[in-house]
């Protein structure tokens, strides 16, 4: 069997984001079901929270742009309101 390997990125500033076979389980584990993609099909690719704010956790909402997350590699001016 070929199966595609899994990798993880991290965004600069931002999400994980796993292309690949991923099976996301809690700590007591139990699975959390991956959200398909917009056609329906399983997802390929899944991008989870880094910054902590996300209110869809552990999948990334987006919230680290307005929170200014950054991961320490480079600067990143916090964003005003």
Do not use: Q, W, Y
């Not at 700590?27 to 056609?39: E, F, H, M, N, S």
């Amino acid at each position: 069997m070929n199966e595609t390997p899994t990798t993880i990125t991290p965004k600069p500033n931002g999400p994980l984001v796993v292309a690949g076979p991923v099976r996301i389980v809690t700590p007591d584990g139990a699975t959390i079901p991956v959200p398909p993609r917009k056609d329906g099909r399983p997802a390929e690719v899944v991008v989870l929270c880094r910054c902590g704010g996300s209110a869809t956790k552990p999948f990334c909402d987006g919230t680290h742009k307005r929170i200014g997350f950054s991961d320490g590699s480079t600067p990143r001016p916090i964003p005003t309101v």
